[in-house]
């Protein structure tokens, strides 16, 4: 009987330990973003390439793709263009390390939480212009 007992408080114990230690009593928090790729040279006006943003948290430390949860942006549209998706587009004019800023809310359920970046570079060359 007490080793019956014995194995529930262990059981009870450890499933308490999982469910409470992985976050350890903090909200999980986005700290970094990686964007993938992170430079990348484009040959010519129109070429499309896609774009993923890895989210790094804490509590618990975690990596996912939240591609489709961040503001995209470009920093020189006419030369590389993105859209909410991720998708970048190069235009008709040439550049060199044209910034690519995947922006997110520390926690997304609240706007008031800081802000997190990630950046990749980009440059768009058109032979013969460039």
Not at 48 to 54: E, G, N, R, S, T
Not at 85 to 95: D, F, I, P, Y
Request: glycine share 8%; net charge neutral; charged share 10%.
């Amino acid at each position: 009987m007490r080793e019956g007992r014995l194995r529930f408080v262990v059981a009870a114990w450890t499933m308490l330990a999982v469910l409470v230690l992985p976050s350890c009593g903090f909200k999980r928090q986005l700290v970094s973003i990686t964007v993938i790729p992170n430079t990348v040279t484009l040959a010519g006006p129109g070429l499309d390439l896609q774009f993923k943003a890895v989210g790094n948290y804490i509590h618990p430390p975690d990596s996912r793709d939240i591609t489709s949860s961040v503001a995209w942006q470009s920093a020189a549209t006419q030369v590389v263009s993105i859209n909410a998706t991720g998708l970048a587009t190069s235009g008709a004019v040439c550049g060199t390390n044209i910034t690519i800023t995947a922006t997110a809310h520390s926690d997304p359920h609240d706007s008031s939480s800081g802000i997190v970046v990630g950046t990749a570079a980009v440059t768009v060359t058109q032979p013969p212009l460039c």
